[in-house]
């Protein structure tokens, strides 16, 4: 009885641990105000896509943002758009979330194609 007690225990512990972990996870989340799709590309690297983000032309909103090759932080960076100067880019519609972003995938722009943290660019209205 006493075994039986010491498991049951251990493991309504190891539940709210995992539950806790879950919802502090969840809530760090970015908050989405788009539809996403999920799908992957062919080199198995997943990806989203934001339908209403597809071959829309966006104003850089911040100074020094960075054009990325690839996805993340550690992406080698293109160049630097400076808001001041009118910077603008076209999205494709796909993102990858990484190192706490949303990368979107950038198919026109001054600087080339490459990849940009949502959070620093605006849809033109």
Known sequence: MRKTK???ATTLALGMMLACSLSSFA???PAQDYEASVSVESSAVPYGVYPSMANKTCDVIGE???LRREPGLQGERIGLFYQSSGAWVVTSGEYQIKDGY???RVTDSP???GWIALK????RN
């Open 6 to 8: 010491r498991f049951v």
């Open 27 to 29: 809530a760090e989340l």
């Open 102 to 104: 949303h990368w979107m």
């Open 64 to 66: 020094g943002v960075a």
């Open 120 to 123: 620093y660019i605006k849809v």
């Open 111 to 113: 600087l080339g194609p």
